[in-house]
């Protein structure tokens, strides 16, 4: 089962991928740890990650479509995987489609957790309000200043890769606003049609 999960910051993602992982015993990848674990391995696209990241700069797309592509060949993920917060743009969706392709796979669903985006910043303002009232540190991502720009990034850059797989008919609406069980049931469901299907 090889998946991607879209949805902007705070639809959920992390929660319904944990219990994917759980379900399929596949990993869940998210390429900021990816980065770090090839960095720390010293493999040679992690060598190339580090000197990039050293030099103050971004790290290329090229760079961390390698690092996907050394990943993926783990013994882990050889039944399938997830990924998390990748592809951010439509340039890393084609590459990530061609470094398949030349592997001989394909992407089995691109799962979008749909959600209103201004009940998503009252929850988070909630959340931060709760905390403070308690006396409890408010986390970073739960600022509600913090969140609203990762808001805006994510809708500035991200959100166009949705359209990209739905041209490609590999796109599945979920509607991220119910309860988390219900959100499991209706991703259950469109995997089992899946599964059928193959």
């Given at each position: 089962m090889r ?5 902007p ?190």
């Amino acid at each position: 089962m090889r998946l991607i999960f879209l949805g902007p910051p705070g639809a959920g993602k992390g929660t319904q991928a944990a219990r994917l992982v759980e379900k399929y015993g596949i990993p869940q990848l998210s390429t900021g740890d990816m980065l770090r674990a090839a960095v720390a391995a010293g493999t040679p696209v992690g060598l190339q990650a580090k000197a990039v990241m050293d030099a103050g700069g971004l790290v290329s797309d090229e760079i961390v479509i390698g690092i996907v592509a050394d990943r993926i060949e783990e013994a882990d993920a050889q039944k399938g995987f997830i990924l998390d917060g990748f592809p951010r743009t439509v340039a890393q969706a084609e590459a990530l489609d061609h470094m398949l392709a030349g592997k001989g796979l394909k992407l089995d669903m691109v799962l979008e957790l749909e959600v209103d985006q201004s009940i998503l910043v009252d929850r988070i303002m909630k959340r931060a309000a709760d905390a403070k009232a308690a006396g409890q540190p408010v986390r970073k991502d739960d600022d509600p200043e913090v969140f609203k720009q990762r808001l805006e990034a994510y809708n500035r850059d991200t959100a166009v890769v949705a359209p990209y797989y739905r041209r490609r008919g590999q796109l599945v609406g979920i509607d991220g606003m119910k309860p988390i069980d219900t959100v499991s049931a209706q991703i259950d469901s469109a995997l089992d049609a899946v599964a059928a299907a193959g």
